[in-house]
């Protein structure tokens, strides 16, 4: 069997950092992954990312895709993962398509949106229901909708509406919103945006499409008739099939400065780790020292 120096699972940000590094390191690698771009192609209202004043996700998400090709790497693409572990000198990778064997695995596989885990979550899911602002926020043109969730995924999802719902109610189980004062500001700002916080939803409901949702405020029940329900709470990490490495209560796979797990040969970056800044700007430099401690790593394996 073909012994990879390096197989890289995942191609968000710091999946093909991962992967630009070790095409420029000549190695014998390949990159598996889902889908291209992972979380950060789903983002809007990119300003933090340097040399970019303003970018979508979309829109940068095929910048790293320009890059990654320029040294003709190979991506298997619609392809999951579903074991990574250690096996004497090598890791062995297995997918839904076929196995892999390696010196080396940067596990870059991000995270997957956490649902609500409400009545009606399931059954309306895809028919008001959904969790991509970026993908389905056009469907819902003229219409009263409901974000979850008031940190910076929401109030992404918020922003990404104001020109295209009638109007949008944002929903906050804590006390206050949590995301950046400046994308809170812009929603208040835009005189569309209805504030509940301090508010948990209890079920959402509609026969073959979302009709609205029931809440509960200050001990006193409400209904909120919407077409739309944009599920913003955050995400868990894509880490199960990561066998054997330690991670921490949340699942996040634990890794060192130098993005080392508890296991000699499988590295981990961004999102998928415990390191607590989930941005796009640190998984991409997460992702290049990943590929730069397994190639160290190979290189102290064939002296």
Not at 83 to 100: F, M, N, P, Q, W
Not at 170 to 187: G, N, Q, S, Y
Not at 218 to 232: H, R, S
């Amino acid at each position: 069997m073909n012994v990879y120096d390096l197989v890289i699972v995942g191609a968000g940000p710091a999946g093909i950092t991962a992967g630009v590094y070790a095409a420029r390191k000549r190695m014998h690698f390949q990159m598996i992954t889902v889908d291209i771009g992972g979380q950060a192609s789903l983002s809007w209202d990119i300003e933090n990312y340097l040399g970019y004043q303003f970018i979508t996700g979309q829109e940068l998400v095929e910048k790293f895709k320009e890059h990654l090709q320029k040294f003709d790497v190979e991506v298997r693409e619609h392809e999951k993962v579903t074991l990574v572990e250690k096996s004497g000198a090598i890791v062995k990778i297995k997918t839904d398509k076929g196995d892999y064997t390696a010196k080396a695995v940067v596990v870059a596989s991000g995270r997957r949106p956490r649902q609500l885990g409400v009545q009606g979550e399931d059954a309306l899911k895809n028919k008001g229901v959904t969790y991509c602002a970026t993908c389905d926020a056009p469907l819902f043109a003229g219409m009263d909708v409901a974000v979850i969730g008031g940190g910076n995924a929401g109030l992404d999802a918020t922003l990404q509406l104001l020109k295209i719902a009638k109007k949008i109610y944002l929903i906050e189980e804590r006390p206050a919103l949590t995301a950046d004062r400046v994308m809170i500001e812009k929603a208040t700002e835009s005189g569309k945006v209805i504030i509940h916080t301090d508010t948990r939803v209890k079920r959402i409901y509609g026969e073959q499409f979302v009709q609205g949702t029931e809440i509960e405020k200050g001990g006193k029940a409400g209904d909120l008739p919407v077409g739309g329900i944009f599920i913003e709470i955050g995400s868990t990490p894509v880490s199960d099939f990561a066998i054997g490495v330690k991670k921490n209560a949340e699942e996040e796979i634990l890794v060192n400065c130098g993005c080392e797990t508890d296991i000699p040969g499988i590295f981990a970056a961004g999102d998928v780790t415990n390191v607590p800044a989930k941005q796009i700007i640190v998984a991409c430099g997460e992702g290049a020292k990943a590929t730069l401690a397994a190639f160290d790593y190979r290189n102290r394996m064939e002296r």
